[in-house]
DNA sequence: TATGAAATTATACAAGCGTATAATAAGAAT
DNA sequence: ATTCTTATTATACGCTTGTATAATTTCATA
């Protein structure tokens, strides 16, 4: 009789965890939270169930770990665009504006993702901790690039005031960012972003577009 | 032996799918759509597990008929704050902001309740189907609140620019909501309704506070 | 009061879930 | 080469899930 145990091959930890937390978000954005088991995740990251407790004590423990992962990325991929390379603070936030309701950022697998793990900040402690962690580090740094363009316009406003615009400015890239993914074809294509770059330049009293 | 079977009282199929759909709201808002279990929601409700398939075909119906309750709710909440009773159409508009970024619209459990519905939207076409009618039936009730309140001012929009404005003011509410419904303690009492009424004036032009 | 439709309960089943634990293999260190 | 750590597999367990089906009870109608 021939050795029928799976061959495999040692990961370091960190690589093998990146593995699982990438597959289990491939699953979400897929199938929902429901399709995340930890049989199917172990297979679409090519190892076996038992594996997943050698890394993670409980199964939350890697939804959550991928919940950080994902917003983190979301968080990048919007504000690296092109950073640094445009000429004003205006113009920066701006290019944040659209990037932010253009794919990648604005995409239905994305939002899936994001819906399956916001559903649990209410319940989780430790899922309201990430997501507090993540809204606000999201916000100061929209709240940086609102106080760069007004200090580029010579109109520079208190923290107060910095704060209720970021809040606004926060919340319209949010709605319309959850308009543009769940119902992605009611809208036209460049309709979004040319609504943010209206509205937020309408909030802050400053021209966006062009 | 006596008899040990339940004893029950029949009720109308209206009255017990009411009681179903709400038990299954009560579930979701509480402890997330993993809680919304066929038995959980026949205790809920104080019948048993096997009476739900026979109002409910499978459960996806029963969890689709109570994402359409909520929302109709909510819509039900918001636009019908006082409606009619106020002066003209402007401060129509302003109430509904108003009531749409305070309880109990924004809400924890309202939001966990929706969270957990709008994780499906991509996945299950019925949702995808009710999640449509009900965003178009909100936003268009906006988009008249909106025109109404340009000719009140006599300045008239056509439908162009009134939809790229019911778009703009509905994600303002949704992100703010969203903010105020995750986050609740982070934000000041009734700061969000004027961050609100603030933004849609800006966005629309218009005076909107006091 | 007897009849019948259907609302409701009771029971069963197969599948899938998360988790625990022991056996094995891989690869680094010696 | 050998040893040793630990990453990985394998297997099993108890529980919950959604659904199917048959047996009962209620209540309106005749």
């Known amino acids: 009789m021939v050795n029928s145990r799976k061959q495999f091959k040692r990961e370091s930890p960190d690589q093998r965890q990146d593995d699982l937390i990438a597959a289990t978000l491939r699953l979400i954005a897929s199938g929902g939270p429901e399709a995340a088991t930890v049989?199917?995740?172990?297979?679409?990251?090519?190892?076996?169930?038992?594996?997943?407790?050698?890394?993670?004590?409980?199964?939350?423990?890697?939804?959550?770990?991928?919940?950080?992962?994902?917003?983190?990325?979301?968080?990048?991929?919007?504000?690296?665009?092109?950073?640094?390379?445009?000429?004003?603070a205006v113009a920066r936030l701006a290019a944040l504006v659209t990037a932010s309701l253009t794919a990648p950022v604005t995409d239905p697998r994305a939002m899936a993702l994001w819906a399956g793990f916001i559903q649990s900040v209410q319940r989780d402690a430790a899922m309201h901790a990430i997501h507090e962690k993540t809204y606000f580090q999201f916000r100061d740094q929209l709240q940086m690039f609102i106080s760069d363009a007004f200090i580029e316009l010579g109109q520079p406003k208190d923290q107060a005031d910095l704060r209720k615009f970021a809040i606004a400015c926060n919340a319209v890239l949010d709605g319309l960012w959850l308009e543009g993914s769940a119902l992605p074809d009611t809208f036209e294509t460049g309709e979004l972003p040319a609504i943010g770059l209206a509205s937020i330049g309408a909030i802050l009293g400053m021209k966006l577009e062009g």
Chains 1, 2 share one sequence.
Not at 58 to 81: F, N, P, Q, V
Request: aromatic share 10%; charged share 20%; glycine share 10%.
């Open 39 to 88: 049989r199917n995740i172990a297979m679409e990251a090519g190892v076996t169930p038992g594996l997943i407790r050698h890394y993670f004590s409980t199964k939350e423990d890697l939804i959550g770990a991928a919940y950080e992962r994902h917003m983190t990325t979301m968080r990048y991929a919007t504000y690296s665009t092109r950073e640094g390379a445009l000429p004003g």
